[in-house]
């Protein structure tokens, strides 16, 4: 992974989302984004995606969107994830969403593998150009997108960007996390997807 480009550390980034989050906000993290979303202290709207097919937290981001209008649903999703399922883009703003908040961050390196360069970084291409996930998000027709480096205008700029309107991409240039592993669950998976809907729908067993 180049080193020219400023990026922040991913515990930066997500305690300031974790800090700007309503408390009626839904929010999915998958891979180092989940490990790291963890120890900031769960709440009963959090969906750390642990285990998980990867790259499938977009679509279901979008399905509780689309299920809970009236709700912000923000998805914290991961370069390799995104590589893994790129159609979910155009799916979310086929459906537009304006209530869905899809942030990626960005490291170039499948971190919880071994820091491999994903096959969108420049070190993973053979032509040494990184694939510039900005401008596919305006291609696809995200109708407000965001692009950050820095953990103090990220921090600083949280708010209106979460309270834009959706769909929303946000592109953060996130460091890795040297020695990483993968994260543990917190639990059982279809527990947790049930005690999820009950609090999405209370009333409901």
Not at 62 to 79: C, E, F, S
Not at 179 to 184: E, N, Y
């Amino acid at each position: 992974m180049s080193d020219a480009k400023e990026r922040m550390p991913l515990h930066d980034a997500l305690l300031a989302l974790h800090t700007a989050r309503r408390e009626d906000d839904v929010v999915i993290t998958s891979m180092g984004a989940a490990r790291e979303w963890m120890t900031l202290g769960a709440q009963s709207l959090d969906l750390p995606l642990v285990p998980s097919s990867m790259g499938t937290a977009p679509a279901i981001g979008l399905g509780v969107a689309l299920a809970q209008p009236r709700r912000r649903v923000i998805v914290v999703n991961g370069d390799g994830a995104m590589l893994m399922h790129l159609g979910s883009m155009v799916t979310i703003t086929a459906a537009a969403p304006a209530n869905l908040v899809l942030i990626l961050a960005d490291n170039e390196v499948y971190e919880v593998t071994g820091a491999q360069p994903t096959p969108g970084s420049a070190a993973g291409r053979a032509d040494g150009a990184s694939l510039d996930f900005e401008a596919m998000a305006r291609a696809c027709g995200f109708r407000s997108v965001f692009h950050f480096s820095n953990a103090v205008q990220w921090a600083q700029q949280i708010e209106r960007v979460l309270s834009a309107t959706g769909p929303t991409f946000v592109l953060l240039d996130v460091s890795s996390v040297p020695g990483s592993v993968g994260p543990r669950s917190p639990g059982p998976a279809a527990a947790r997807a049930r005690e999820l809907r009950r609090n999405l729908t209370p009333g409901i067993a």
